[in-house]
């Protein structure tokens, strides 16, 4: 049984935020197993929802969550093996509206793009402030439970992380810019000359 409970911890997040805890904390307590998971996650998308729309919210509301998650606990597999769960579900055909460069709907499965978008949200949460973390040592801790999270999901899902190597590099060698509301952007430093020439 687990001792973890996930909780809501943004204010703005979407409508269905409890039912996705729900269902994710009745796998950590092994009340569900994580293919039932994945079918109930799967139904919160309903007729009404734009399938896209849908995704990105669950996506970066569903990431952040294992940052609550020891980076050792065996919960983290838990929450790995939902994922992998969804990936393997049975194709849920549904509608996804003409999106932007798009002249019309299309359609498809609904999780059928899981690996590409499960990469591309982990970039953004890795970026983000954490802001429910209070605290350097507690943000820190965090931001590892996350670490072991993704490193768990790249490796049941492999998962393609050239581009976020590639990335890395980039902002090492030339640098990065934080954005500031009302104000040019701040340059960060690249890494010294020195750091090239080795």
Not at 100 to 123: C, I, K, M, Q
Not at 137 to 154: D, M
Request: net charge negative; proline share 6%.
């Amino acid at each position: 049984m687990s001792s973890v409970q996930l909780k809501v911890e943004v204010e703005n997040a979407p409508d269905f935020a409890d039912d996705v805890v729900d269902i994710l904390n009745s796998v950590l307590a092994a009340k569900t197993t994580p293919i039932e998971a994945a079918k109930a996650l799967d139904s919160l998308c309903t007729e009404e929802s734009d399938p896209a729309t849908f995704l990105g919210l669950f996506w970066e509301f569903f990431h952040p969550l294992a940052r609550q998650i020891p980076y050792d606990s065996q919960d983290q597999d838990r929450l790995a093996a939902v994922v992998q769960a969804l990936d393997k579900l049975p194709p849920r055909i549904v509608t996804f509206k003409a999106g932007w460069g798009e002249t019309t709907d299309r359609v498809g499965p609904l999780w059928e793009d899981l690996r590409s978008t499960v990469a591309a949200h982990f970039y953004d949460t890795f970026s983000d402030s954490d802001q429910p973390a209070s605290g350097e040592e507690y943000r820190k801790q965090r931001k590892l439970n996350l670490n072991a999270f993704a490193a768990r999901l790249t490796s049941l899902l492999h998962l393609s992380t050239e581009m976020y190597f590639l990335w890395a590099m980039v902002d090492g060698l030339e640098g990065t810019m934080t954005f500031v509301w009302g104000a040019p952007d701040v340059i960060n430093k690249a890494l010294p000359l020195w750091m090239y020439m080795t």
